[in-house]
T-cell receptor
Framework: DGGITQSPKYLFRKEGQNVTLSCEQN?????MYWYRQDPGQGLRLIYY???????QKGDIAEGYSVSREKKESFPLTVTSAQKNPTAFYLC????????????FGPGTRLTVT | AQSVAQPEDQVNVAEGNPLTVKCTYS??????LFWYVQYPNRGLQFLLK??????LVKGSYGFEAEFNKSQTSFHLKKPSALVSDSALYFC?????????????FGTGTRLQVTL
């Protein structure tokens, strides 16, 4: 997981509340990503960012928001509009370029009741 | 749009035996392919990648993968499995239409290695 931290590891929220997941990297990577993992569905891309103050929607952006005010940080907010927010959330980063792999953080398990 | 298929939800193998985890892909243009491993409640760890060159790619922990362009496959292999290899394995293909390294993942294959 080296170089990417996510906090907290476990998060519990009541339905209707917004919640923000933290992601920080010290790898000096330009690109950062948020994925959602559900059992049997693999990873699905929520948002990604190539540069500070710019980000793009992934495949399942509805109900989520992000910001990229610093190169090192890419927080994800799960809003009350997300209909099924309980999941394992993974943050990743990479060097820009076709051949570079992504490095993943340890993940945050969000449970909304 | 690119896609990845991992046809087996689970693969069972005895320790010391060779293992194969299958992956097929679909992408326009040159494929950029990756394998990751995930242990319970952890993030993904990079194992290996195919960008260009030799069809047999060697990676971490003794794993290797064979790229086959005609069969659009990128199967993960290891000559001798260990119990500690038991984990969830993901194949991924790169979106090569941009530089942001967007990856499309398969649904994962759970590898169970028994004594």
């Amino acid at each position: 997981d080296g170089g990417i931290t996510q906090s907290p590891k476990y998060l519990f929220r009541k339905e209707g509340q917004n919640v923000t997941l933290s992601c920080e990297q010290n790898l000096n990577h330009d690109a950062m990503y948020w994925y959602r993992q559900d059992p049997g569905q693999g990873l699905r891309l929520i948002y990604y960012s190539q540069i500070v103050n710019d980000f793009q929607k992934g495949d399942i952006a509805e109900g989520y928001s992000v910001s990229r005010e610093k190169k090192e940080s890419f927080p994800l907010t799960v809003t009350s509009a997300q209909k099924n927010p309980t999941a394992f959330y993974l943050c990743a980063s990479s060097i820009l370029g076709l051949s570079y792999e992504q490095y993943f953080g340890p993940g945050t398990r969000l449970t909304v009741t | 749009a690119q896609s990845v298929a991992q046809p087996e939800d689970q693969v069972n193998v005895a320790e010391g035996n060779p293992l194969t985890v299958k992956c097929t892909y679909s992408v326009s243009g040159n494929p950029y392919l990756f394998w990751y491993v995930q242990y319970p409640n952890r993030g993904l760890q990079f194992l290996l990648k195919y960008i260009t060159g030799d069809n047999l790619v060697k990676g971490s922990y003794g794993f290797e993968a064979e790229f086959n362009k005609s069969q659009t496959s990128f199967h993960l292999k290891k000559p001798s499995a260990l119990v500690s290899d038991s984990a969830l394995y993901f194949c991924a293909v790169r979106d090569n239409t941009g530089t942001a390294s967007k990856l499309t993942f398969g649904t994962g294959t759970r590898l169970q290695v028994t004594l």
